[in-house]
């Protein structure tokens, strides 16, 4: 398993956390999309590893950017990112999603993390 050094670290969920999202951008113009559903399979301060039964048209040269509402302990988020793989899985696909949000954010995350964990243990 290779990891990244500069990642803080990815927590993968046992079960999925339901989210929802939508496309605000492709190809750096403007877009509105109604809100999909996605999966979060795991969560790092910097990004996720998303599942959906839905084909966003990604491709390395045409960048999407998305906003992704999900919840995590009592706290809901929002976050903008941008798609930056995807693989065809099970019946549907894996998205590979980098954050835009600063580091108090990522900080937040972390914390979040720190609780879920405590609780899931418990």
């Given at each position: 398993?290779?990891?990244?050094?500069?990642?803080?670290?990815?927590?993968?969920?046992?079960?999925?956390?339901?989210?929802?999202f939508s496309i605000y951008e492709v190809n750096g113009k403007a877009v509105e999309t109604t809100e999909g559903e996605i999966q979060l399979l795991d969560?790092?301060?910097s990004g996720s590893k998303v599942y959906s039964e839905l084909n966003i048209p990604f491709k390395e040269n045409n960048p999407v950017k998305i906003v992704m509402h999900f919840q995590l302990n009592e706290e809901s988020y929002q976050f903008k990112g941008k798609i930056v793989w995807?693989?065809?899985?099970s019946d549907g696909f894996m998205y590979g999603v980098s954050f835009l949000i600063?580091?108090?954010?990522?900080?937040?995350?972390?914390?979040?993390?720190?609780?879920?964990?405590?609780?899931?243990?418990?």
């Open positions: 398993m290779r990891y990244n050094r500069n990642e803080a670290f990815r927590f993968a969920f046992k079960e999925p956390l339901n989210a929802r969560l790092s301060p995807k693989k065809v899985w600063n580091e108090d954010m990522q900080q937040e995350i972390v914390k979040q993390l720190k609780v879920y964990v405590k609780n899931v243990k418990n």
